[in-house]
């Protein structure tokens, strides 16, 4: 670590370490985060435990949400928002982009038809205002979920941003012999560089990005 940490230090992107290394980006981004957790504060959590995670270097030019199910029992959650949405979100309040709470907001999806007003039920939380992603704890295994990244107005409504696609998490149970595993899931260049298609829309009281990814 005292290398790796050394040619961030010096300037050097983790891509740049990666490949200087010959170490996959998602081992070393695993490595920085566990690293980097040792010496800050414990990250916030709520009723339904959100970890932060260490901001992704790679962007976009995207306004996007992606949730992928890291295991039976968590989510992995990351998210852009491009100068022009932020922009946009501020001329709608009249207001800075720091003076509006950040949330996120987990829809329990399992055995219906997402529509945008339609759920089981939802978990609210507080997320910092320079993250932008967060390992999702405690959902339930076998089941599915939609997150939206939020703000909320001044009369509490909260004020979609952001909208993943739906996921799936996978069954705790033990499978047969030959059939598919599942397999812990983390972060790698592959999974960052999937290419959705995005269409941002602005419709009332939602500034909305969709994204649609294969569950």
């Known amino acids: 670590m005292t ?8 300037g050097k992107t983790q891509k740049e370490v990666a490949e200087q290394l010959g170490i996959p980006i998602g081992k070393l981004r695993y490595q920085v985060t566990n690293f980097r957790k040792t010496r800050n504060a414990a990250p916030i959590q709520s009723a339904m435990e959100v970890d932060d995670y260490t901001l992704l270097d790679e962007q976009y030019g995207l ?6 199910p890291r295991d039976a029992e968590s989510l992995y959650v990351y998210w852009e928002l491009t100068t022009d949405l932020i922009k946009m979100v501020e001329a709608h309040f009249g207001c800075g982009w720091n003076v509006l709470p950040k949330k996120l907001r987990v829809y329990d999806v399992s055995f219906i038809h997402f529509k945008g007003d339609n759920f089981n039920r939802y978990w609210d939380f507080d997320v910092n205002q320079e993250t932008s ?3 999702v704890k405690g959902v339930a295994a076998g089941c599915s979920y939609v997150i939206d990244y939020g703000t909320t107005a001044l009369d509490g409504r909260f004020i979609t941003l952001l909208r993943s696609g739906a996921v799936q ?3 705790l149970d033990e499978h ?3 059939e598919s595993r599942w397999v812990r899931m983390e972060v790698t260049k592959a999974t960052e560089e999937a290419g959705p298609n995005w269409q941002p829309y602005f419709t009332g009281y939602s500034l909305s990005t969709q994204l649609d990814i294969e569950t």
């Not at 290398?3 to 010096?10: D, K």
Request: cysteine-free; hydrophobic content about 55%; proline content about 9%.
């Open 63 to 68: 306004d996007r949400l992606v949730v992928m």
């Open 133 to 135: 992603n967060w390992f």
């Open 176 to 178: 047969a012999e030959g």
């Open 3 to 10: 290398t790796i940490m050394a040619l961030l230090e010096a």
């Open 169 to 171: 998490t996978p069954p």
